[in-house]
Every structure is written in C-alpha cells, then in structure tokens.
RNA sequence: GCUCAAGUGGCGGAAUUGGUAGACGCGCCGGAUUCAAAAUCCGGUUCUUCGGAGUGCGGGUUCGAUUCCCGCCUUGAGUACCA
C-alpha cells in the first residue's frame, strides 16, 4: 500500500490530482464570496450559458477559464472576489424537443444542466456555486415578472429624464390633461384637457395610460416565423431567416407586448461613452441605436385641380412629414418621394396617375423584402401628379411614388434632394427631373455631392454663402418661424416586441379583464407556468398555454384557477372575479436583462436582492462573453438596469464597467463536392434532386467552377452547343462530357428535361461526418459513403489523379450539424483540466477566432509534466531551502513581472510561454530552491489551480494555495552589468557584441569601431556617420 | 456601399514609447535510448543562387519601420436604399 501511495506521489497523476481538488474546493467552499468583507470587491462575470443538449465543447470554456484567471488572480491580490455562474435555461431548444417527445422541458432541461455542471467542474473553475441562477427556477421568474410589474407601472417623462412612477402621470392628467405632458409615448396620441380626462370612463384611461407606458399592448407590425410559429425580434433575425433553423421571416400585424426601449435611446447612447467596452462592440450599439441629427419638416399638399397646370389652392387636411439630416439643402429640393406603403399615396394621387401609381404600389407589395434588399439598383417609381407646396419658395413639389424610401423608417416620407444625395439623384435623372445644383463650385453633372464638408450653400435665397452647419442652423430657424419645422433628433431603435407564442418561457403576470390588462398583484407573484399537454399552438391558434386547462386569474382569492370558469362566468354574465391569464410567454432576453444583479443576493425571498447586498458589489468589474450579443442582450440589460436605476432599485445605472469579447473557437469540417440538380420553376418553388446527388471529384468540381458561365450556356442555349464544344482542350473536353453525362442522367431520372429557370445544376459542398474520413489520409471511407449519404453513383466516382479521394476541409464554427465539434471530457481525461485551461489560453488572443487543433495540446501537457519534475523526484521532493542562484533569481522575478502585466492586459496566450521559458531556465539551472519554487506555484496557480494546489500541498502547506498573496516584483534582480549589443550596418543587425552596461556613447563606438567585425564589414570604408543608443542598438551608416 | 477588426514561417502565434523579426508551442527532419514501439531526452527547422532578401501590395518619413504617414489589395465581423 504505502509503495504504490508513494509510486502515485512521484509522476504526475493529474487525473487523481484534479479529483482530489475538485473535491477539497466544494467540501470547504473555498470560492463562497461574502456579502461584507474587509476586503475590496471585485465582481468577475461570464454570460451565462444556455443548457443545450449537446453539452459543452472546448469552444464554450474559453471565456470561463480567462475569467477564472483573472477572478483567481484578484484572489492572491487581496480581493473579495464575487464569481457566479448559473443557466439562462429558457429557451426554443429544449421546448422543440419537448414537442417532438413529449418530455416536458423542465426536465429536459434540468438534465442538460447536470451535464453542464458535471463538464464544468471538471474544468475545474473557482465559481461560488452557492449562487447559482436558472432563469426558468419560479424563484428567479417571480423577480423577471416583478421587473415586468415595475416598468407597466411606469412612464418616461422627458423633462426629468426619467422613468416616473404611472401615479404621477396621472395626477398630471386629472388637474391639467396632457398637453404639457412631455413624454415618451404612442405616436397617435390623442390630447385632452382635464375636463376630458375626467370625464373618459375607466376602459378609455386605461387604453390611453397604456399608450404611455414602458412597457405596454400595442398592434404592431411583427416579425412572424411561420415555422417556429412565434413573433421574433430584429437581432434574432438574420439575412431575412429566422437565427435559430434559418426559416422564412414575414411582417405581420399582431398586438403584443413592447418594450418602450426607445425612450432610453439617448441615455443608451450616452452611456457608452463611461463603460470600457471594446469600441467595435460600442460601434455596433450605435449603429443598432442609429441617431441622426437634423428636422422634421411639413410639405403641405397642393389641391388636385386638373385643369391647372400649377395648382394653388392649398388642401389643409393633407401634410406630408419628412425628416432630414440636411435641412441646410431645401433649396435644392425637386420633388418629394413617398413609400409605396405610405397612407397619403391614394389619398393624394390624381385620377389621371392612379391607374399608374396602383400599379406601382401593387407590383412594389409582391416583391419581398428580400427581392428588394437584393435589388437596389433598379430604379422604379411613379408619379402622384400631386404637387406639394415648398414651405420657403412657395413653388409647387412634385411628389412622387418610390420604393427607396422605406415605410418603416422616419415617416416614410422625403424631401429628395438630388444634388447633395445619390439615390435622390439617381431617381431624377432616371425620372427627367430637374437637379438643382444648390453648392458653390461643385460639380454635380455626374453624381451627388453628399458630403457635409467644405460645402457653401449657393442659390438658397437667405442660406447662400453659408457653410453646412450655418445653414443648418438658419433653416431650421426660418422653418421655426412659419411652424413648417423644427430642430429634431431621430432613433433607429424600435421599441422591442416581447411576446412569444411559446410554452418554455416567463408567463406573463397578466390577466384580462374586458379586453385590458391588469397586473396581478405582485405580493402573489410568481405565476407558475401550467401545464399542457401539447407544447404546439392550438388548433384555434393560440399559444401553447392556451392548452392549459388551468390558466385563470381568480382576482378574489388571488391564485391561478381552471379556465373553465371563464367560460361559464361569460355565459352566465357574471365573472365572479375570474379573468383569463396572458397566453403569451416572455422572450429569452427577459431572464437575462438583470441576472447579474440578483447574484448578489440569489436566496432573497424579499426583493430582487437587497439593498446592502446591491450597495456592496453595486456593478460588475469584468464581463466576459460572445460578441454576438452586442445588440441583443447587452443593449436589453443596459436598458433594464437604467430604468431600474431611475426607479431607485440599483445604486449604478451602468451595470459592467469593462467587458471583452472572447473570440470563437472554431470546428474544422470535411466537405466533398457533389452535383446537384435543382430548379426553379414558374410559380418560384424550388426544388432539389438530392438523391440523385452523385460525389465528384475536385478536379471535376474546379473545372466546373471555372466554366461555370460556358455551361450554363450549354444548357440555355441550344445553338452555342457546338461551339462551346469547339473551344475547349481535350482534357477539358473529357471533364465536360463526364459532366453532361451525369447531368443528362439526373435530369432523366428526375423527370426534368428542361427547367424553366436558372442554372439547373450545380456542384455544392456537402458536409461529411467524421465517421466516413480516413482521418490519417485525408480520404473519404467510399465504402461508408453510399449508404451514408444516399448517394446512387458512388461506385462512378472520379478519383484525383493519384487515385485517393480527397476531402476539402473548412475551417468554421463548432455545431453539431457540421460534424466538427470536440468535446473537452476527453480532453480532460487524457491530458487533465489543467492542460487543457493552459491550452485554451495558448491557443492565441483571447479575443480573436482561431481554429482547434487538439494535436497542439501535447505541448502545454508536457510543460505541466517538466514543472512537475522540478518539485518532484524519482525519490520524493526536490524543493529545498538552498540560496537560490542569481540567475534563478532573475528567471522569477521576470516571470513576475510579465505574468502580472500579462494578466492585466488579458494577454494570457504570452503568459503560458512565459511559463514554458521559466520552467525551462530553471531546469537548466536544476534549481531547487523553495524560494523560487514556491512563488512560482502562485503565479501558475490561477492558470493551473490543480498542479498548483497539489505541489503547494507537498510542499508542507496546509490551506488553499488560492489566497495566498501574489509574489512581489523585485526589479534588483534583473540589473545587468553588461548588454549584448546588436551591431547593424545601414540598419540591418550584423552581429552582437558584448559590452559592459556602464559604457557611455565614445566608449561603446571605440570599442565597435576597433572590432575586427565591424572592419570587415566596412571593407576599408570609412562610417558617414554611427549612430549609438546605450543600452539598446548601434547603428552604423556608410 | 458604410463601420469595425485583421493580414508575419508548413500551422497557432510572439515582438506596439520605432531599436537583434519569427519568442513559445505544434508539425516536420536528424540523433540518443529501445529487440521494437510508445514515452523521454538532445540537435535542426523563414527563404536563399550564401551576396543577400524578407512581416499583404505600392510609395513616404527616419540612422533605423511588423510598429508612424499616404494610396491600394485581401479576409473576417457587423450593418444597410436610415433620408
């Protein structure tokens, strides 16, 4: 027994090691931070993950094991560290598996965090798990729907800059009305008096309260997913698909839940200038905020007169609002352009243009909005034959129809001005209308002058001889005047929707009580999500909740009660106090807008956390995630914290004070090329062989590639046939056939002689498992592949020239679909966690994206293993109390001081090689000594906490090595008394010449000048000139 | 199109107050050990016509440029008729 303890103790076991601390960490809660400490706080956050199925591959650990560092290292430093984690555990994921088995997601999804909790831990990271978070656990929802309850009670009045109480509000209205209400609202707003006011029964104030709250019930135009059968936000939508499956996204009007995110635009903007975050991800917030400086300005329409070639009666009813950022350039206005979508279009268009213009707006509707995104060049419009009056020169306008203008942003209306905008330009000249050129010698006979620079204003009466920010400033003064205009500021920021038409989400603490909502009180708190007995849309097409059979307010006793009540109260006229809930569930960002403030205090029953709880960590110093939530989550969270800072809630109204983006880590997967028959045919469906794919070589698909245009002529058109064939080399000619050969087999097969559309084939790639490549050679397992991939012309493969079949390789993000994700469990096991931490951070930048490569990782595990011999023997431990040498010294006291610096640059790639140099300095130098030995374990300690807190161990410690002061720098130990001096000739490094450190300039060029070497070089000339820097270079000219 | 990153050996990457380009590691080559393999250890590894050349390309500033300036090219990310 005690020889096989000893064997174990003497190599490098980091399996039982890594058990062994895992273990000590959990049974002493080694990391459990406290509420009240003497020491500085320091908060160090991850965003947290969302339990998938698949568990975690060595992509997802790479922002926790630098954050784990660097918690880890304010540890030795002396602070009270605060470093949770915890699951953003709703989700689409779990409730689509759920609606295909029938598991109900609570489970599936407390089993994936199983999994999760077991991967980390074995990753071994310092988190205090005694303040884990799941956002789909009724004690945190309560506190997601309680926020809910505080900002439906709440209303933005700008003339304090804040979110205020409802109550407020409403006292305004009942002694004043709202016309000196200045507030962030609906835009269709109705103004009354308090005589109005008081006099609007119940239902009409609470319509009119909820056009005025934070968040609020409004019809809106939606982003509907047919597939996922759920409303989706902006950032959740890409390229025009659905982010999650890539389905079709189309706009739909429905009533849903806002959130008026849109008042906070500004402060949102503002803010951004006081937080340290990187300025790409600040670039995008702004972007995605979009403010644009200029005015609002009034066009009133001309009366329709057809008999009167310049109309001039003016129709008051009809105003056209436009915005623009240059007001300074309305002289130069030609026409207005409305969006096809735009409520004045059949108001306004003659009878002579309507037939025209309907058609237009009719042709403009089919497109999609992709059809239209993609095409920008084409120029289309229409003519209203309307004519608006400008409200400086008083001349008539045309004003035109144009699918340039977007109805979706600013009124959807424009003021063009041709000479100063390209696309205001390009619609004139393909219109034939006139450009007034309004800038001092530019020349615009070929394109717009858009730029804001060096402009002076001419032809524009009052404004000429003005540059841009003058005449911006006169413009807006004079439109002031006539009451046509003023100074504004626009957002691109939406106010975000927040329904989902799912099951596995936050229910909302609403009922209905004739048609209006009402908040439940939230002493109640929280609604429990109902079950269901199908997680899919009714067949009525209600939400998934509309399932539940129990999914009732009953507002007398307060508890969720059976629907059927509802029902029968209904019929029986008499609610007796039973309202039907809220069928819709929160978005996935709800849970996430807050989480980092409720780990401060995870356990409290009594408020979202306490106020001393909130007073003492108040915000996070370091966070930590993908960038890819740059407009999603961090936007919502810095918004949530605002209003809950202007509500008293939170002591800061900015909630991460430095945040980096770790980049990806990324997959390499295996294609091969296969063609493919596909067409579009006449009504625009699309269609695919698929098996009748057949595999294809690269030579064929390079080919293929290159001729792709000839081809297609092929195909297209029959009398070029001939030719086409004519022109190619033999070689070519016998990959052309070999083409049209399997083309001509699809096309039979599929039934397909002539597709109607497009090109009808084409070579794609197809992803390969791993299962059916010959990892060694490179070369698809043909014998796997037919029946794998369904593939009916394996056996007619074409094989590169030396008879293999290569795969392509890509290297791209880690996903399950494209068979190249590594999982870290194996990892652990065959190199241990901390190999893979030093790994991971050696990888590269932590911010930058870099491929995996496990083969690397044999390089970090035999450092560990050369750092273990130099504590550990053949006969016990090495580590004892000898004078260490200066060298050694030396080799610490540098590792000190970079590692430090390292650290806090988040420079943590350099610190492993600074390890690997140390470790192999001092195995040169067969050091022992504890006085190096020792604080070298602490400075690993955060990168490698197992080794570290074993090697600690042996070495006679009794506590954690984790809190054990940093080793301090001691710059004596790296004067050098003399410098190894790089000598170059016209700036190129010839050779090194040692010399003492203490030389002056004259010294240190006698003693190069008088060097064989030099006069080699010189070959007898004599130096123009010799440049010496002491300490650093020479530099001789000549 | 616009905005932001980034381009350095076979690969991941080092070097930013301008001062020895390629640290550290992978891979590869050679050697030691071994019956053999693995593991381990030692040496080499930017290219080269051995003069030199060389950090995406072309200029510039400087005694000296991966680093600073001007003009391009490429890749990645975000965003997009945003008025």
Known sequence: MTLIFTIKRMTYNFNEIEAKWQKYWAKNQTFKAENNSVKPKF??????????????????????????????????????????????????????????????????TAENIKTYRRQLDQIGFSFDWSREVRTSDPSYYKWTQWIFIQLFN?????????????????????????????????????????????????????QILLQYRL???????????????????????????????????????????????????????????????????KESQRNWIGKSVGAAVSFKVLANNENESHAEHVEASHVIDVFTTRPDTIFGVSFMTLAPEHELVSK???????????????????????????????????????????????????????????????????????????????????????????????????EAYASKDNVVIANSDFLNGLNYKEATKKAIQELEKLGQGEGKTNYRLRDAVFSRQRYWGEPFPVYYVNGMPQMVDAKHLPIRLPEVEKYLPTETGEPPLGNATVWAWDSVNNKVVSNEFVTLSAVEGSHNGIYPLELNT??????????????????????????????????????????????????????????????????????????????????????????????????????????????????????????????????????????????????????????????????????????????????RPVLLDISLIDEAKNEIRLEKMESALNFTKVDNVIKESDGTFKVKREVEKMSKSKYNVVNPDQICVDYGAD?????????????????????????????????WKLYVGENGLLVNDTEPSKDSLKTLHKTIKKVQEDIENFSFNTSVSTFMIAVNELTAQKCTSKEILEPLLVLLS?????????????????????????????????????????????????????????FNAQQIEEAVMANEKTQEQLQGRTPKKVIIVPGKIVNIVG
């Not at 050696?842 to 995996?852: S, T, V």
Request: glycine share 8%.
């Open 348 to 446: 306004i268009t003659t009878p002579a243009q309507k037939a025209e213009v309907e058609a237009y707006v009719l042709a403009t509707a089919k497109r999609s909005e992709r059809d239209r995104m993609a095409d920008v060049k084409t120029i289309t419009g229409a003519f209203t034959g309307a004519y608006a009056e400008h409200p400086l020169t008083k001349q008539p306008i045309p004003v035109w129809v144009g699918d340039y203008v977007l109805a979706g942003y600013g009124t959807g209306a424009v003021m063009s001005v041709p000479s100063g905008d390209q696309r205001d330009y390009d619609f004139a000249k393909h219109f034939n209308i006139p450009i007034p050129n309004i800038f001092e010698g530019v020349d615009i006979s070929k």
């Open 835 to 867: 190999s893979l931490r030093l790994y991971e951070m050696f990888l590269g930048p932590l911010e930058q994206y870099k491929p995996w490569n496990t083969a690397g990782i044999t390089g970090v595990h035999g450092f560990l293993k050369k750092l």
């Open 154 to 206: 709440s209303w933005y009045n700008k003339d304090a800059d804040k979110a205020e109480d409802i109550s407020t509000l409403e006292k305004i209205f009942i002694s004043e009305g709202n016309s000196n209400v200045n507030a962030v609202c609906d835009a269709d707003i109705i103004s009354f008096s308090a005589e109005d006011w008081n006099a609007f029964d119940s239902k009409k104030k609470q």
């Open 942 to 998: 955060p990168y490698a906490p197992h080794i570290a807190e074993e090697l600690w161990s042996q070495l006679g410690h009794k506590a954690s090595i984790s809190t054990v002061p940093f080793p301090t720098f001691d710059e004596r130990h790296l004067v050098e008394s003399s410098k190894n001096y790089p000598i170059s000739f016209n700036g190129k490094m010839r050779f090194t010449l040692e010399l003492p450190m203490d």
């Open 215 to 281: 968040t609020y019930l409004a019809e809106t135009e939606v982003n509907w997913c047919p597939a996922l059968g759920t409303v989706l936000a902006n950032d959740e939508i890409v390229n025009g698909v659905s982010e999650r499956g890539g389905h079709p996204v189309i706009r739909k009007k429905m009533t849903q839940w806002s959130m008026r995110i849109s008042a906070y635009a500004e402060r949102l903007l503002q803010g951004l200038d006081k937080i340290d975050w990187t300025d790409s991800l």
């Open 586 to 763: 929160m978005p996935g960002w709800a849970g996430s807008s807050w989480y980092f403030n409720r780990y401060m205090d995870p356990d409290n029953t009594e408020a979202f956390a306490s106020k001393e709880a909130l007073n003492y960590w108040k915000d996070v110093d370091l966070y930590i995630g993908g960038s890819e939530h740059a407009t999603g989550h961090l936007l919502y969270s810095r918004f949530w914290q605002k209003f809950l800072f202007d509500k008293g809630l939170v002591p800061v109204d900015e909630y991460a004070k430095k945040l980096i983006n770790q980049g990806m880590i990324l997959g390499t997967s295996a294609y091969v090329d296969v063609i493919s028959l596909e067409f579009i045919d006449n009504e625009g469906a699309y269609f695919s062989s698929n098996k009748f794919d057949t595999l294809i070589s690269k030579r064929i698909s390079d080919f293929y590639n290159k001729n792709c245009k000839k081809i297609q002529n092929y195909f297209n058109d029959e009398s070029k046939k001939e030719a086409i064939i004519k022109s190619l080399t033999d070689e070519e000619k016998e990959n052309f056939t070999y083409l049209i050969k399997c083309f001509d087999e699809f096309a039979e097969k599929f039934g397909c002689k002539e597709p109607s559309y497009g090109l009808p084939y084409r070579i």
């Open 43 to 108: 908060y160090v956050l991850d965003m947290f993950p969302y339990p998938s199925g698949a568990g975690l591959h060595v992509g997802h650990p790479l922002g926790y094991i630098a954050s784990d560092i660097y918690a880890r290292y304010k540890r030795h430093k002396g602070f009270n560290v605060l470093h949770p984690q915890g699951y953003d555990s709703f989700g689409l994921p779990a409730e689509q598996y759920a609606i295909q088995t029938g598991q109900h997601p609570a489970i599936t």
